[in-house]
């Protein structure tokens, strides 16, 4: 079976039919872009074809390339990659040019068959860049729909011809939306945005019975005819130069200029507006092969795409019948509980939240309220909807409720004795099969399960906050943990749309084993005088989200201290020495009102709405500056290092089992930046020898916290990387 078939049809038009065998989605491939090559010079020379649709036989029309496609490019040209990339690409475009000028003549444009693109579902990547070099786009009028190019979000840009046309068609600025934030949008606001040409019940109708009326001026593109004009003007022009000061502008705020492909995208569409389209076309394959011979882009699409859709899948999922639930019992209603229950019964799952109080249980059960009128509000949400998934949640104290609970998930306060009285209590009421999950953040799973009569069915589920929000689960195996606990908890993941880890039981887990670290090393730098606005710049311009001491403000500064306290009272003379200048800081802070945005002072100052303004004076007083700042590189390379370090330890002692989870994690959990790949990524990208070496050098000047672990030694001695040596499953998916 091939992945495209043509039928030409008795009134003269060639149906083109995507549909790759054996997958619920249509992918590009190159033996694919080709054999559609071949059936398009078929019906172009063939007398009797009047046009051509082109369509999918899947529900969707397609979710992209295949971005193995892009690694075979590469490998199959040995020692020039680069060169063997840009070639492979010049075919994409060769093979996209010639349905986009359809055998027209050259100098006239008169005589080509007009073809049109019919689209029943989303089309994404080069399910869309396809459609643009057809005459006509015709979406069906599906609300699941959505179209868009979606590749900065994994690295790289659309290079297929997608950059090129669309700013042609849109401009440069109605085009950035789509380009530089990788938005996917539904088929009106696509055909309102001027992304396509028409919304239909049967868009396959519809592009027939445009091809078979189209005339040669029909099907002649704005930027083939003389005199065309950019809209918003070229970046010689007085407004498309300031529109191109402003994009630029926009890419750096955004990026920090951390990510490669959004200025390599920038540098395609400035260079490729200045000149006639089949130059910029090479100009934007030429931008597209640099981004693609840079390590960031090949770590993006591994982690951000490879992995986490094969964890998403179940790449560690023990063997278990199918395990998904049917009916959660969730215990507290407090922000991360009702949560938890509104994105529970937003996957359709029956929910009963449960708090000591009535109107505990009922407030919980009205921020579910709250989200889905703000969904209205915004015509992301039907009042249908609204009832439904209110009708789903249970907002009560008495705990009968769960006796045909499959999954509870305990949400209580993190105090271990309160838990184990919540656990105790419900056990009495659920049944026997019944998986019971705590989501704590730093408690020890095995401890909390010792209040429990069944262990083997008791197990961590950590959300992040707001639990609508982050995309990542963690999942915390505690030591008599069985699997199908751990295949429940995954499949409760999947249904409610997330991406899980999987770690074994050690205090903090993982995410917040690496997350706490580069908390401390941002306070500990301002304890050395080292300015605030440093600190979180630097960060920034690593590509993290936030510098860690905006991000204590965010998360509170007295849950710091709670932690701390917490970790002092459980190591004893085992806590670490070092630490005390952080403590001293953070008590001290907590101690005058300033626990972050919450309190509206912490690391900033805030207005009465709550909105950041500057940093807090009162830090120069509690930690003088130093006359001469710390340069740039180390102040990075500390914030880097204290992250990166605790996810090489964590899998080291076994919490982490595949490398996969603890390079999704990072992005996903605390936004490490992404342009890596994760901590394992970016030490492969500097290479473990020099990893090890910059390790020697943090440790002798900035502590012991910094000593190389033994596995990153000898990786190092040996010369290894870290998908060379434990990337087998990686490979595999």
Known sequence: MTDFTMKKESDGVAIITWDCPNKSMNVMSTEALMHLDGLIDDALADEAVKGIVITSGK?????????????????????NPAE??????????????????????????????????????????????????????????????????????????????????????????????????????????????????????DPVAAARAWVLSATDADILKPWDAKGYKMPGGAPYHPAGFQTMVGANAMVNGQTQGAFPAA????????????????????????????????????????????????????????????????????MGA????????????????????IDQKQEAADKGKAYSEAYLDKGIARKKVTAEKKEAVLGLITATTDYDALKDADLIIEAVFED?????????????????????????????????????????????????????????????????????????ALDYVRQIR?????????????????????????????????????????????????????????????????????????????????????????????????????????????????????????????CPRLDEQPDLIDVQHRLMFAQVLEAVRALEEGVLEDIREGDVGAILGWGFAPWSGGPFSWLDIIGTPYAAERCDQLAETFGPRFACPDLLREMADKAQSFYGRFGSNAAAA
């Not at 951000?304 to 023990?318: Q, T």
């Open 498 to 622: 997330k991406t899980p880890i999987v770690v074994n039981d050690e205090r903090f887990f993982y995410a917040n084993r690496c997350i706490i670290p580069y908390l401390n090393e941002g306070v500990r730098m301002v304890t050395e005088g080292v300015a605030p606005a440093l600190v979180d710049n630097a960060a920034r311009l690593l590509g993290m989200p936030v510098g860690p001491l905006q991000l204590m403000d965010e998360t509170s500064i007295d849950l710091g201290v709670n932690i701390a306290k917490a970790t002092k009272a459980a190591l004893g003379d085992a806590y670490p020495a070092d630490a005390k200048p952080v403590d001293d800081l953070m008590f001290a802070m907590v101690d005058a009102g300033r626990s972050g945005r919450k309190t509206k002072a912490g690391f900033f100052n805030y207005d009465e709405k709550g909105k950041r303004l500057n940093y807090w004076e009162g830090l120069a007083e509690h």
């Open 334 to 353: 407090g922000m991360m509980g009702a949560g938890i229950a509104l994105v529970s019964a937003l996957a359709g799952i029956e929910v009963v939240l």
């Open 84 to 201: 063997g990339l840009f070639e492979g690409i010049m075919q994409m475009h060769g093979a996209l040019r010639k349905i986009e000028r359809a055998g027209m003549d050259a100098k006239t444009n008169k005589g080509g068959k007009p073809i049109a693109a019919a689209l029943p579902g989303t089309a994404a990547g080069i399910g869309l860049e396809l459609p643009l070099a057809t005459h006509r786009i015709f979406a069906a009028d599906n609300p699941k729909a959505k179209l868009g190019l979606p590749e900065i979000l994994v690295g790289i840009f659309p290079g297929a011809g997608g950059t090129t046309r669309l700013v042609r068609k849109l401009g440069v600025m109605g085009a950035s939306q789509y380009l530089l934030q990788g938005q996917m949008v539904a088929p009106a606001k696509a055909k309102a945005a001027g992304i396509i040409d028409e919304v239909v019940a």
């Open 263 to 330: 200025k390599a995208l920038l540098s395609a569409v400035y260079e490729g507006a200045m000149v006639p389209f089949d130059t910029a076309l090479k100009i934007e394959a030429r931008w597209f092969t640099h981004v693609l011979m840079n390590p960031s882009s090949a770590a993006m699409i591994r982690s951000l795409f490879l992995n986490k859709e094969a964890l998403e899948k179940g790449a560690n999922r023990p063997e278990a019948p199918d395990q998904r639930v049917k009916k959660v019992g969730v």
């Open 59 to 79: 529900k969707d029309f397609a979710g992209g390339m295949d971005l193995n496609a892009l690694a075979d490019m590469k490998n199959a040209a040995g020692d």
């Open 416 to 488: 271990p004795a309160i838990k184990a009285e919540v656990t105790k209590n419900v056990e009495a009421v659920i049944p026997e099969d019944c998986i019971y999950a705590s989501n704590t953040s730093t408690l020890p799973i095995t401890s909390l399960a010792e209040a429990s009569k069944r262990p083997d069915q008791f197990i961590g589920i950590h959300f992040f906050s707001p639990v609508e929000k982050m995309a990542l689960v963690e999942i915390i195996k505690g030591k008599e943990t069985g699997p199908r606990a751990v295949a429940k």
